[in-house]
């Protein structure tokens, strides 16, 4: 059975301390991993979608990586804004998405 | 390009009454996915429809259904509401193929009293 776990549930970082999620992931064929955020009381807003081993994105202070196991997302510099929910998903066989339940960032100044 | 449009955004029911969602994909994709977001459970796959078509479908029982129309929008039903059906409804629009982007709406609010 396909497993996502997010690691950790809960992050408080102080603005401009760099940190690191982490997404572990147990699927059969691993088509796509996907990362949103999402503010409360909204809808994931896309970030990343990383496909192979190796694979790195970078959008702003973020920067997604890929292994064969596990997804990082790292937050470099971070400010009170990136403050949200950070989700990683993935998509195997099947048009489903996976969803992890998850890492609740909080960013204070 | 508009996004993803769900309504209505939030809806109090009472236990046993029927609901139905609906979604507005982005234009141009014609798969659109539902899912469940409960603080519990997280968020979980309801079912995915393209070209009015269900390809996938959840562990979910046979009071969640759904269907796609023509132009691509998709509602959902409820029947039979029970307390724990509170959640948030999400749906998620792609162009339609594997490896695709998916793009969420805002979401339905569900609050079954």
């Known amino acids: 059975e396909d497993q996502v776990t997010q690691s950790p549930e809960a992050l408080r970082l102080q603005e401009g301390e760099s940190s690191s999620l982490n997404c572990s992931y147990t699927v059969s064929g691993l088509r796509g991993l996907f990362w949103y955020r999402q503010d409360p009381g909204k809808g994931p807003e896309f970030l990343f979608t990383l496909y192979s081993a190796g694979e790195e994105k970078e959008k702003e202070r973020l920067k997604a990586t890929l292994t064969k196991k596990e997804s990082f997302l790292h937050i470099t510099a971070p400010k009170p804004e990136d403050s949200a929910t950070y989700l990683c998903?993935?998509?195997?066989?099947?048009?489903?998405?996976?969803f992890g339940k998850g890492t609740s960032l909080l960013v204070t100044p | 390009k508009a996004g993803v449009t769900q309504t209505p955004r939030y809806l109090i029911k009472t236990r046993g009454q029927q609901v139905t969602l609906s979604c507005s994909p982005i234009?141009?994709?014609?798969?659109v996915s539902w899912y469940q977001q409960t603080p519990g459970q997280g968020l979980q796959f309801l079912f995915e429809?393209?070209?009015?078509?269900?390809?996938n479908k959840g562990n979910f029982p046979g009071r969640f259904s759904g269907r796609q129309f023509s132009n691509s929008r998709s509602e959902m039903n409820v029947s039979t509401l029970e307390l724990g059906d509170s959640a948030l409804y999400l749906c998620?629009?792609?162009?339609?193929?594997?490896?695709?982007?998916?793009?969420f709406g805002q979401g339905t609010r569900l609050t079954v009293v």
């Open positions: 234009s141009g994709h014609r798969s």
């Open positions: 998620a629009s792609q162009p339609g193929g594997l490896n695709t982007e998916a793009f």
């Open positions: 429809y393209f070209s009015e078509t269900q390809r």
């Open positions: 998903a993935v998509q195997a066989s099947g048009y489903a998405l996976n």
